[in-house]
């Protein structure tokens, strides 16, 4: 069985691009979350997908936004990119809302340049 | 969120076993206790969760005291593969996860 996929593994942009992000959970998962992982540091917790909504958010700027599909795939987007969001995004998937194990893609490093 | 305390490093010879110790005096009576690691390179992987008892799995025990503020991640025989990064997790709301800084365990040939 796939992991958790995520897409692309490495990508560079300019500040005050826009990027997507993409995610896809195990199957059978219908929980997608996503996390930021600067260099040195723990991942941060961006948002929490379930069944397509919004189930939770951290404490990050509106810049960033995130959807999920029916097929339980998923896209983070991030706005007007800076510098400080140069960092390892990853995406964990998981069967049920809460407490259940997650499964970690193995990230998409993004570079601001 | 739900704040936890490790020691930022510790040492361990091969074969041997490993506590790693966990502080979260501020957990409430709903917060499960998560533990995942993460090697370089790679996303963290699960290792083990509860609540209030004891748990054991295939690749660790978990230990939590009695008044839940404290928890010990045991390694039974540490690995050279067991080098990594552990996180001790509390999840209150979802499979919503507040990582610290964890703990970077090294495994001594």
């Known amino acids: 069985d796939a992991g958790v996929t995520q897409s692309p593994t490495h990508l560079i942009k300019t500040r005050g691009q826009h990027v997507t992000l993409r995610c896809s959970p195990i199957?059978?998962?219908?929980?997608v979350s996503w996390y930021q992982q600067v260099l040195g540091q723990g991942p941060q917790f961006i948002f929490q997908?379930?069944?397509?909504?919004?189930?939770g958010r951290g404490n990050f700027p509106d810049r960033f936004s995130a959807r999920q599909f029916p097929n339980y795939s998923s896209e983070l987007n991030v706005n007007a990119l800076l510098l400080g969001d140069s960092a390892l995004y990853l995406c964990a998937s998981s069967s049920g809302v809460s407490n259940t194990e997650a499964f970690f893609g193995q990230g998409t490093r993004l570079t601001v340049v | 969120d739900a704040k936890t305390t490790q020691p930022n490093s510790m040492e361990s010879n091969e074969e041997e076993p490993v506590h790693l110790p966990c502080n979260h005096s501020?957990?409430?009576?709903?917060?499960?206790i998560h533990w995942y690691r993460q090697l370089p390179s790679q996303g963290p992987e699960y290792v083990i969760h509860?609540?209030?008892s004891n748990v054991n799995n295939r690749m660790a025990s978990l230990a939590i005291a009695e008044d839940r503020k404290s928890s010990t991640l045991i390694l039974h025989r540490a690995t050279l593969r067991d080098a990594a990064v552990y996180y001790c997790?509390?999840?209150?709301?979802?499979?919503?996860?507040?990582f610290g800084t964890g703990t970077s365990l090294t495994v001594i040939p």
């Open positions: 509860g609540l209030t």
């Open positions: 997908y379930y069944e397509k909504e919004e189930r």
């Open positions: 199957s059978g998962h219908k929980s």
């Open positions: 501020t957990i409430s009576g709903t917060d499960y």
């Open positions: 997790i509390l999840q209150h709301t979802g499979n919503q996860f507040y």
